[in-house]
């Protein structure tokens, strides 16, 4: 019954390491986020998809690359990981213009 | 870019008492929204306001979206020990032209409910 999902739940990696988290919403929204949040609890959104198209990327670096196979499902894949990459990562999706958006458990990354 | 400066950082109460945090921002925002996080969870969305002067309440919870668009407020009534976690205050702002946007979080206050 869950209606955003996110895998996995907590994720320990060496610097350089690649790595994947995953997210599926059953909720039938159309638009998809992945938000940021470190060590302060400050919240900052990564990127946004509607439909399967990127529609906001805020000035994240490029070893972020977001995948999105349909609109259900939102992947991030970070190359290369760094110290400053641990955080905790939140996938959430709404609808439509994305007033009320959703968010999934998320994924606490920790880079050492 | 956009801040939205979030108050109290903390707040320390007694079960029963009545609670009020707000925020405040240099620009304006379309639409407010305020957030809950529990630990270990997601932010769960309490409120949300479309329109300036709209206060809106669900349940113990009362909101308001300030007149001027730059300013909204949370009052929680007569707390309980669930109440606890970090509440965010979110402006939402349109991307580029087109009617999607994004949501733009204030720094958190985190309630602590002693019983």
């Known amino acids: 019954d869950t209606a955003v999902s996110q895998t996995p739940k907590y994720l320990v990696t060496q610097m350089g390491n690649d790595k994947s988290i995953k997210c599926e919403q059953n909720?039938?929204?159309?638009?998809m986020y992945w938000y940021k949040q470190d060590s302060k609890k400050f919240l900052k959104i990564m990127f946004s998809?509607?439909?399967?198209?990127?529609?906001i990327n805020e000035t994240v670096p490029n070893r972020f690359s977001p995948k999105s196979p349909d609109k259900a499902h939102l992947n991030l894949h970070i190359n290369s990981l760094e110290l400053g990459d641990s955080a905790v990562y939140f996938c959430?999706?709404?609808?439509?213009?994305?007033?009320?958006?959703?968010f999934g458990p998320g994924t606490r990354l920790t880079v050492t | 870019g956009q801040q939205l400066n979030q108050s109290p950082q903390s707040m320390f109460i007694q079960e029963g008492e009545d609670v009020s945090m707000n925020c405040t921002s240099s620009?304006?925002?379309?639409?407010w929204l305020w957030y809950k996080q529990d630990p270990g969870e997601g932010p769960v969305l309490l409120i949300a306001?479309?329109?300036?002067?709209e206060l809106t309440s669900n349940g113990r919870l009362t909101a308001q979206f300030g007149i001027t668009r730059k300013d909204s407020f949370l009052n929680i009534s007569a707390s309980i020990p669930s109440d606890v976690g970090i509440y965010f205050c979110?402006?939402?702002?349109?991307?580029?032209?087109?009617?999607?946007?994004?949501?733009?979080f204030g720094q958190g206050t985190i309630l602590t409910v002693h019983p």
């Open positions: 959430a999706s709404s609808q439509g213009t994305g007033y009320e958006q959703y």
């Open positions: 909720l039938g929204h159309d638009t």
């Open positions: 998809y509607n439909n399967k198209e990127l529609i």
């Open positions: 620009s304006i925002f379309n639409t």
């Open positions: 306001l479309y329109k300036a002067g």
């Open positions: 979110a402006g939402f702002t349109n991307a580029g032209g087109t009617s999607y946007g994004k949501l733009t």
